[in-house]
């Protein structure tokens, strides 16, 4: 991403109209580029289309990557700079752009910014670009990371206007005050977590996992129906079970019954037979 650092005094500047095109060299690899995308995706999913909290959702922030940044109305392209891979500027609105022109934009600079070293540009990173980010840009939260070797480190603007590096948690994540969410390194790749230490999802992984949920959630339902079947079934049998039984004692009750009528009857009988002799 380029960023162009203008000189207010040198007579050969000219001014540039304000609808400023970006204007970048192609990134230094695939990987590269996919880990720009991964972060600028989770972070448009986490603030801007997760369903499952509408109320979070915000449209005051601009996120992009591999964008021209014009800070100056005095463009020199002796003083061009790649700027930063990756960048979040806070309270501003939140629509598309050719290109981040400062002075268009109420004089902001990104809030955080994520660079993707390389071997062409680690020690530009490392260097050059922090010393403008802490000095020029005043941005409060600086990271980098290496996409092959994994290298990972994160700063914080200091109220001495330095950059000190951000401590890591136990995981090896930072913590971005700027973002409210924690930068870390899973699978090889670098993402956003959650306060609560989950993973913020792009929408495929978002879709994905809601997928997922409402799979289980029918697995779940299906399984209980199941068990009320089968609580059911086994309800039916033990009432007739208990039919049979009372059938069983009516039946025995009735034999009893006509046992006794029957006993009865040969006693008349035999009463009468003494009686007639």
Do not use: C
Request: proline letters at 5%.
């Amino acid at each position: 991403m380029t960023m162009l650092a203008i000189s207010e005094t040198d007579n050969a500047a000219k001014f540039p109209p304000s609808d400023l095109f970006s204007d970048e060299p192609p990134l230094e690899s695939d990987r590269h580029l996919k880990q720009i995308l991964l972060l600028l995706l989770s972070l448009e999913w986490w603030w801007q289309e997760r369903p499952d909290a509408p109320e979070n959702r915000r449209n005051n922030f601009y996120a992009t990557g591999n964008l021209t940044i014009y800070y100056s109305r005095r463009q020199l392209p002796s003083e061009k700079l790649r700027g930063p891979d990756f960048f979040v500027v806070l309270d501003t609105e939140y629509k598309e752009r050719k290109s981040w022109t400062v002075w268009e934009e109420d004089g902001k600079y990104p809030n955080a910014i994520v660079e993707m070293l390389s071997d062409s540009t680690a020690n530009v990173d490392r260097n050059k670009k922090k010393r403008i980010y802490q000095d020029t840009f005043r941005t409060p939260e600086y990271f980098w990371f290496d996409p092959y070797s994994l290298e990972f480190q994160g700063f914080r603007l200091t109220d001495g206007g330095k950059y000190r590096a951000i401590e890591a948690n136990e995981y090896g994540w930072l913590w971005s005050q700027q973002l409210e969410l924690y930068l870390g390194i899973v699978a090889e790749k670098l993402r956003f977590f959650t306060p609560e230490m989950e993973l913020v999802p792009t929408r495929g992984e978002g879709e994905s996992q809601r997928a997922e949920a409402e799979s289980q959630r029918a697995d779940a339902e299906s399984q209980r129906a199941e068990v009320e079947s089968q609580r059911a079934e086994a309800e039916s049998q033990r009432a007739e079970v208990e039919s049979q039984r009372a059938e069983a004692e009516s039946q025995r009750a009735d034999a009893e019954r006509q046992r006794a009528e029957a006993a009865e009857a040969e006693l008349a009988a035999l009463r009468r037979q003494i009686e007639e002799q």
